[in-house]
């Protein structure tokens, strides 16, 4: 019998390291891992001198539909995450307008995504003051977690969790088996401090950094962590920006605290200075740091205790990431495009980080933490999720997909090309000479948490 593809002469980066072989595809899975794979297929891709990847699954996009399609969507989302070799993505509560905070945003959310994902998706249900009544009733929709801001989240109708909302949100989360997520920076520091800047007309960038300082981070990292211990539930501390923080959660889960952290490309490419350069577009909260501080991060990612990287794709119309006063432009930042070449380039060349600890923390570890049974690695029997990537091109980041390409990527020069994206064996993404080429008949499916497993 034919298979439907073989993916020929590759560098295939397994969880065990690179391995040159061949990979057929039947039904959309991985059926054969092999030198030579020698049964007819009804097609063939030459891989030869080409690295593959299993798909990038990034747990961490904020793609605003319903309601702030204007802003980013399904469509373009997912145009620039299958370009960046992602073919699959969490997508956040907010800033979708309702945000997901019970079932019927899920199911509208969720229609959405089936008509117009060109990836695979998981939707997170939101935990704020509002909904602690919903959250098993998310939980019974398919939600891949809970994610809970403990500072301002930049919309009101998201708000804030205060601490007693964050501990019975927990105690939910542990009952439904599900994971809770902090957007970890203290309120009270936040607050106060901004205000403070602000009365005395200080607005500028230095400002807005110097009004989060890394021990708003460290403060909401340690409280997240008490929560989760006393209640047992699943933490999942989201866009890390200090080393103390990933610190903290190894700390916690030496002694069985069940924890694990995620940082994003923006805190390991760029610094502070950088944010003065370039303003707006690389805006976002916890705020970028100094050259240090990203060293730092790093040597945590090197050293195996950062275990997902996410981009928080976070764009809005221009209109809104520029102005004055630094505090009032919209953080958040457009990465979706660009989390592999930030891997590549800043870690696989730069920094020595292994190929198969980028497939880590870029695919295998957010798909083990979230439960996405066929995700993240290839293997057999795994969805054939593939980024087809030519490791030694070095190559300036021109075209942008997400939709306003206000993206401060944009002219960065990266080492390592994403040449094709394969969703389920079906080819979503090829880079060709005449610039990116996407099919469109190919859409993505709903992801639930599997069942738990001892
Ligand atoms: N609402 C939203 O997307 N917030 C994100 N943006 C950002 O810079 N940090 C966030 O948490
Ligand atoms: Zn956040
Ligand atoms: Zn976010």
């Keep these: 019998m034919a298979l439907d593809l073989i993916v020929r002469g590759g560098t295939l980066v397994t969880p065990h390291g690179p391995i040159l072989a061949d990979l057929g595809v039947e039904d959309g899975r991985i059926v054969s891992l092999a030198l030579d794979v020698f049964a007819p297929a009804r097609e063939e891709i030459d891989a030869t001198g080409l690295h593959v990847f299993p798909g990038v699954v990034d747990a961490h996009v904020h793609l605003n539909e319903p309601g702030r399609t204007h802003w980013e969507g399904f469509d373009t989302g997912t145009r620039a995450l299958a370009a960046g070799g992602a073919t699959s993505f969490l997508d956040m509560p907010l800033n979708s307008s309702p945000p997901l905070l019970d079932a019927r945003a899920f199911a509208e959310k969720r229609a959405l995504g089936e008509a117009k994902s060109r990836l695979d998706f998981g939707l997170w249900g ?99 962590i008490c929560f989760a211990e006393e209640t047992g539930a699943a933490l999942h501390l989201v866009h890390l920006s200090t080393a103390r923080g990933v610190t903290l959660a190894a700390e916690a889960r030496a002694r069985g605290v069940d924890v694990t952290a995620e940082t994003c490309p923006h805190y390991l490419h760029w610094t502070g200075e950088d944010v003065e350069r370039v303003g707006a577009l690389l805006k976002c909260a916890p705020p970028i740091r100094d050259a240090g501080a990203r060293e730092a991060l790093w040597a945590a990612l090197k050293a195996g205790r950062i275990d997902t990287v996410g981009s928080d794709h976070s764009p809005a119309p221009p209109e809104l990431k520029t102005g004055e006063d630094f505090f009032a432009i919209w953080g958040g930042i457009s990465g979706a495009q660009s989390t592999l070449n930030v891997l590549l380039d800043g870690g696989y060349w730069q920094r020595d980080v292994p190929l198969e600890l980028v497939a880590a923390v870029a695919s295998l570890n957010p798909a083990r933490r979230f439960r996405l049974g066929s995700k993240g690695a290839l293997r057999l029997g795994a969805d054939a999720d593939l980024a087809l990537v030519r490791l030694d091109e070095t190559f300036t980041l021109t075209e942008l997909h997400d939709r306003h390409h206000g993206n401060p990527y944009r002219g960065q020069s990266f080492r390592g090309r994403v040449q094709a994206t394969y969703l389920r064996g079906q080819r979503v993404f090829a880079q060709t000479p005449g610039g990116a080429l996407f099919d469109e008949s190919v859409r993505g499916q709903l992801l639930r948490p599997t069942k738990e497993t001892a």
């Design 126 to 224: 939101g935990l704020t003051p509002l909904n602690l009544t919903e959250l098993d009733e998310l939980a019974a929709c398919g939600v891949i977690g809970f994610k809970a801001f403990m500072s301002h989240s930049g919309l009101d109708e998201f708000p804030a969790v205060d601490d007693v909302t964050l501990f019975e949100g927990m105690r939910a989360a542990r009952r439904a088996g599900l994971v809770v997520a902090t957007h970890a920076e203290s309120d009270a520091f936040t607050r106060t401090l901004s205000q403070v800047a602000r009365e005395q007309g200080r607005a500028g960038v230095r400002d807005y950094l110097a009004s989060r300082p890394p021990v708003t981070e460290a403060e909401a990292v340690g409280r997240a």
